[in-house]
């Protein structure tokens, strides 16, 4: 049971720039507790690809940013490449379930 | 370099426990929290539970009256059973680690910094 939303699709052309929104409440995003991105690429585990809400694991690209504000977070693509394209999902914690959350997932496709 | 390996059978009937351990090489298993999370097909991620290495444990409510992870700090393994087990438990398992990390405003945690490769486990008769 997803308690943060994600828009299921977002596409772009090669070299333009894909935001993925992510939109929590006050007891996840809200109430302060970070965020974190994932990379997922068919038939493999995720991949952290942004903690904290906005740092990178050594060796992710810095084509990838992350950020938060109030109840949301946007991941950020730039420069899109054709090996983007995949599931991302989005992470966070929440009091309510005293567990982690994950969001609904969006497929980034490049055209 | 931290690993994760689950292990397993990969076909359980439905109303009974299904068992996953994971084993972790290359790190010590203390002093994280060591999660499950599962992905039935085509869909998204879902936090089962996690557990300290000092045996304390967190669960996801929805499935909180089905579940139990322990740990074995010996062999760097920890396990989860899922009990009364239907067609809706199908799904990839993963078993991850929670990492941390500290700044000027203190600790942060929560996220899975290290992934097992999954296994499928199939619930059927």
């Known amino acids: 049971q997803s308690v943060l939303t994600q828009p299921p699709s977002v596409s772009g052309a090669p070299g333009q720039r894909v935001t993925i929104s992510c939109t929590g409440s006050?007891?996840?995003?809200?109430?302060?507790?970070?965020v974190h991105w994932y990379q997922q690429l068919p038939g493999t585990a995720p991949k952290l690809l942004i903690y904290?809400?906005?740092n990178r694991p050594s060796g992710v690209p810095d084509r990838f940013s992350g950020s938060k504000s109030g109840t949301s977070a946007s991941l950020a693509i730039t420069g899109l490449q054709a090996e983007d394209e995949a599931d991302y999902y989005c992470?966070?914690?929440?009091?309510?379930?005293?567990?982690?959350?994950f969001g609904t997932g969006t497929k980034v496709t490049v055209l | 370099q931290v690993q994760l390996q689950e292990s397993g059978p990969g076909l359980v009937k439905p109303s009974e426990t299904l068992s996953l351990t994971c084993t972790v090489s290359?790190?010590?298993?203390?002093?994280?929290?060591w999660s499950w999370i599962r992905q039935p097909a085509g869909k998204g991620l879902e936090w089962i539970g996690r557990?300290?290495?000092?045996?304390?444990?967190n669960y996801n409510p929805s499935l909180k009256s089905r579940v139990t992870m322990s740990v074995d700090t010996s062999k760097n393994q920890f396990s989860l059973k899922l009990s009364s087990v239907t067609a809706a438990d199908t799904a990839v398992y993963y078993c991850?680690?929670?990492?941390?990390?500290?700044?000027?405003?203190?600790?942060?945690?929560?996220?899975?910094?290290?992934w097992g490769q999954g296994t499928l486990v199939t619930v059927s008769s």
């Open positions: 006050s007891s996840n995003i809200g109430a302060g507790y970070d």
């Open positions: 904290g809400n906005s």
């Open positions: 557990i300290y290495t000092s045996g304390s444990t």
């Open positions: 991850a680690r929670e990492g941390y990390y500290y700044d000027s405003s203190g600790y942060h945690g929560g996220n899975f910094d290290y």
């Open positions: 992470q966070s914690y929440d009091s309510s379930l005293s567990g982690g959350v």
């Open positions: 290359g790190g010590s298993i203390s002093s994280y929290y």
